[in-house]
């Protein structure tokens, strides 16, 4: 099992033992970086990213290069993933992703939109859309 499954399955088990958010949310931290072995800001991301999962929510994704992975599940897609690019000094500085070019057209106030997710740190190499 993942570290992102064993997360889930201890936020899955915390919020059946108690409705109690904050409870919740400490438990989750403290079992995570007990079992999983993780720092606090790690256990923080994680529980995050896990109650989202947990929820059916989507997960950003920042992994670098990977345009056709959903972000809300573990297994590849055929979808394609736009990203919203924010340039500074050349290089991407943040990319805001999702599936709905038109959407993201919308709320790029000028910023380009590109196909796929570039790295961040580097020039952009990917064409406008």
């Known amino acids: 099992m993942t570290k992102v499954e064993q997360a889930v399955t201890i936020y899955k088990e915390e919020v059946a033992n108690t409705k109690d958010a904050k409870a919740v949310r400490a438990a989750c931290i403290e079992r995570f970086k007990s079992e999983l072995g993780m720092t606090q800001s790690g256990a923080t991301t994680y529980y995050h990213n896990s109650k989202k999962k947990a929820e059916g929510g989507i997960v950003k994704s920042y992994y670098k290069g990977k345009e056709t992975m959903d972000p809300g599940s573990d297994n590849p897609c055929s979808k394609v993933v736009y ?8 290089v991407v500085e943040s990319t805001e992703s999702g599936y709905d070019l038109k959407l993201l057209k919308s709320q790029a106030k000028g910023r380009p939109v590109v196909r796929g997710l570039p790295d961040l740190d580097k020039p952009l190499k990917l064409k406008k859309v």
Do not use: F, L
């Open 83 to 90: 990203s919203i690019v924010d340039i500074n000094n050349g």
